[in-house]
């Protein structure tokens, strides 16, 4: 993009976001120089998920298809995953185990660390052809990423210089902040193993997921499996935290902090929400276990751009989102358990994953919601985004969750990254 990207934000603190900025092509393209290839920290994976050297797992930066792979060395590496002969895709396959990666094409042969380790004819045949005599393999390895593990959760980032003036990159410790440091060490208190994926493709933009996630009340009022069953009502005790940049936020709430009348009360006038229609012959898939000494029975703590790390119950997750064009994003997710976990507790975690994932209890609202609002906003581009529930002004922390603050705030971080001032133009 050559040009400023200019937004007339009709408010100055993020209430009102332009419809065009999701579906504007220049936008996008912004997007995924500025903040998925610019001075941020992007969730990779899971160390978990590459025990062996030689283990390995394609995943997605923005629009950019990158290798997460541990060397022969123990380490883990990332590099994107396009031969730099003529940029054909290296690596098919979604997770294996190698010790070096061949292009299909010309059988550009790399390591499994993203050294070019083999060129065929490089010197060519019967003293024809060949590669000029000067070419240098260590010169032509796949681009490499920096990568850092946080409690075993991998990021990675393009910025890989961390003098590079206004778009320095932060250490992930700095990145992540205090607050971030916290919320993901929260989950990883022992070692964990993997349970499964699930992957679900949503016809939207993919700041709307990132408000989605940030969105702390609508989960009361859009699933209603939540509120008839008490998994998450608004009535409950919870409340929203953000880091001081409010680039990172958490979602919370605390199960059985409320009565059934106190909810009947809250929801009498919400038309098609009903607490008590419908009950459950088995209630063991409600059954929450307490295992984290906060009590929370909900916790989701979003980092800044693609990353979700996700509790329901008993239900433990990461996300990260894959944007495919302004038009499209994928939900990747990985659920995971303790490794020290009784059968028993495997059982019931893979029993309440049936609430996520594309044909979950509750995720299949969450993509129709997105699909919709999609779809209408692209047709009145000149309109804008109402968000003030809980107020405008000051992005603050909340003991409750009746707020759209933290979807406030990520606008706030995104201007910051896109060069652009809340009162309109570049700065």
Same mark, same amino acid.
């Given at each position: 993009? %050559?040009?400023?990207?200019?937004?007339?934000?009709?408010?100055?603190?993020?209430?009102?976001?332009?419809?065009?900025?999701?579906?504007?092509?220049? @936008? $996008?393209?912004?997007?995924?120089?500025?903040?998925?290839?610019?001075?941020?920290?992007?969730?990779?994976?899971?160390?978990?998920?590459?025990?062996?050297?030689?283990?390995?797992? %394609?995943?997605? #930066?923005?629009?950019?298809?990158?290798?997460?792979?541990?060397?022969?060395?123990? #380490?883990?590496?990332?590099?994107?995953?396009?031969?730099?002969?003529?940029?054909?895709? @290296? !690596?098919?396959?979604?997770?294996?185990?190698?010790?070096?990666? &061949?292009?299909?094409?010309?059988?550009?042969? $790399?390591?499994?660390?993203?050294?070019?380790?083999? @060129?065929?004819?490089?010197?060519?045949?019967?003293?024809? =052809?060949?590669?000029?005599?000067?070419?240098?393999?260590?010169?032509?390895?796949? /681009?490499?990423?920096?990568?850092?593990?946080?409690?075993? @959760?991998?990021?990675?980032?393009?910025?890989?210089?961390?003098?590079?003036?206004?778009?320095?990159?932060?250490?992930?410790?700095?990145?992540?902040?205090?607050? =971030?440091? %916290?919320?993901?060490? +929260?989950?990883?208190?022992?070692?964990?193993?993997?349970?499964?994926?699930?992957?679900?493709?949503? *016809?939207?933009?993919?700041?709307?997921?990132?408000?989605?996630?940030?969105?702390?009340?609508?989960?009361?009022?859009? *699933?209603?499996?939540?509120? +008839?069953?008490?998994?998450? +009502?608004?009535?409950?005790?919870?409340?929203?935290?953000?880091?001081?940049? *409010?680039?990172?936020?958490?979602?919370?709430?605390?199960?059985?902090?409320?009565?059934?009348?106190?909810?009947?009360?809250?929801?009498?006038?919400?038309?098609? !929400?009903?607490?008590? /229609?419908?009950?459950?012959?088995?209630?063991?898939?409600?059954?929450?276990?307490?295992?984290?000494?906060? =009590?929370?029975?909900?916790?989701?703590?979003?980092?800044?751009?693609?990353?979700?790390?996700?509790?329901?119950?008993?239900?433990?997750?990461?996300?990260?989102?894959?944007?495919?064009?302004?038009?499209?994003?994928?939900?990747?997710?990985?659920?995971?358990? $303790?490794?020290?976990?009784?059968?028993?507790?495997?059982?019931? +975690?893979?029993?309440?994953?049936?609430?996520?994932?594309?044909?979950?209890?509750?995720?299949?609202?969450?993509?129709?919601?997105?699909?919709?609002?999609?779809?209408?906003?692209?047709?009145?581009?000149?309109?804008?985004? &109402?968000?003030?529930?809980?107020?405008?002004?000051?992005?603050?922390?909340?003991?409750?969750?009746?707020?759209?603050?933290?979807?406030?705030?990520?606008?706030?971080?995104?201007?910051?990254?896109?060069? !652009?001032?809340?009162?309109? =133009? &570049?700065?």
């Amino acid at each position: 993009m %050559t040009t400023p990207l200019n937004v007339n934000w009709p408010r100055d603190d993020y209430s009102r976001v332009p419809f065009w900025l999701y579906h504007d092509d220049d @936008v $996008y393209a912004l997007e995924m120089e500025r903040i998925f290839r610019g001075p941020v920290w992007n969730y990779l994976a899971l160390d978990a998920e590459l025990p062996n050297a030689g283990d390995f797992r %394609t995943t997605w #930066i923005g629009e950019t298809s990158v290798v997460v792979s541990r060397g022969q060395d123990g #380490i883990v590496h990332a590099f994107v995953n396009r031969c730099a002969h003529r940029g054909a895709q @290296v !690596v098919r396959k979604t997770h294996g185990n190698a010790i070096e990666h &061949v292009c299909i094409y010309h059988r550009w042969c $790399y390591s499994n660390e993203g050294d070019l380790i083999g @060129v065929p004819f490089r010197r060519g045949l019967k003293g024809q =052809g060949g590669m000029p005599a000067d070419f240098d393999p260590k010169q032509h390895g796949l /681009r490499r990423l920096r990568v850092e593990s946080f409690h075993g @959760v991998l990021f990675g980032s393009f910025a890989t210089d961390e003098s590079s003036g206004a778009a320095r990159l932060e250490s992930l410790h700095d990145y992540l902040g205090e607050f =971030g440091r %916290t919320m993901i060490a +929260r989950f990883f208190t022992r070692p964990i193993c993997i349970m499964g994926y699930h992957r679900q493709l949503v *016809h939207g933009n993919w700041k709307l997921y990132a408000e989605n996630l940030r969105d702390t009340y609508h989960a009361s009022l859009l *699933h209603e499996f939540f509120v +008839r069953y008490g998994l998450d +009502r608004a009535t409950q005790k919870g409340g929203v935290k953000m880091d001081e940049r *409010h680039r990172h936020n958490m979602n919370h709430a605390y199960a059985g902090t409320d009565s059934q009348d106190e909810a009947r009360a809250a929801y009498a006038d919400q038309k098609g !929400v009903e607490v008590d /229609r419908l009950q459950l012959r088995d209630t063991g898939f409600l059954k929450f276990v307490p295992e984290f000494t906060d =009590g929370m029975n909900l916790a989701a703590p979003t980092i800044f751009p693609n990353f979700l790390l996700i509790q329901i119950s008993n239900s433990l997750a990461t996300r990260q989102i894959r944007p495919k064009g302004k038009d499209a994003f994928e939900i990747f997710q990985t659920m995971f358990a $303790y490794a020290d976990d009784t059968p028993e507790m495997i059982e019931h +975690r893979m029993l309440q994953t049936n609430l996520v994932g594309p044909a979950g209890y509750v995720s299949m609202e969450d993509g129709e919601a997105i699909e919709i609002a999609h779809r209408m906003s692209a047709t009145t581009l000149n309109d804008h985004t &109402v968000i003030e529930m809980g107020g405008r002004g000051a992005i603050t922390d909340t003991v409750h969750r009746l707020t759209e603050g933290p979807i406030r705030g990520f606008w706030s971080y995104w201007a910051e990254l896109m060069d !652009v001032e809340a009162t309109g =133009g &570049v700065r």
